[in-house]
């Protein structure tokens, strides 16, 4: 009898904010999410930690990005320090009008791999 490869389920992880750091944590607990750092829901402190590197995909927030992949982000350096590590395919979130010709960047500043808006997704790399 001929059987299907098992694929892994997916695991989903929403980011947890310290006082300096960013960290994925699982969301497949069931755990109830609570106010984090700046009041934002995220998973409680005690929600499995989930390593970057095993992520598929990370959907990066972002005040604006421009055509080439650099994001303006919230100042925290949060994302940055985790896009300057090796990492899964990396997905900036923004809206249309947020979507600009360039932005100035920083040597640590570290482009996406694509952008999604409400009506485009734009892609810099092949993955």
Known sequence: MLGFPQVPEPSLGEPRFGSSSIALASLADGRALVAGAYGILEPS???????????????????????????????????????????????????????????????WDQPLDGICTESKTLWFTSL
């Open 45 to 107: 402190p005690d929600a499995l930690a989930l390593p970057f590197t095993n992520a598929d995909l990370i959907l990066v927030p972002a005040v604006g990005c421009d055509r080439r992949g650099h994001r303006l982000g919230y100042g925290g350096g949060y994302y940055d320090r985790i896009l300057a590590q090796p990492s899964p395919c990396t997905l900036g979130i923004v809206f249309d009008f947020a979507l600009l010709s360039h932005l100035p960047t920083a040597p």
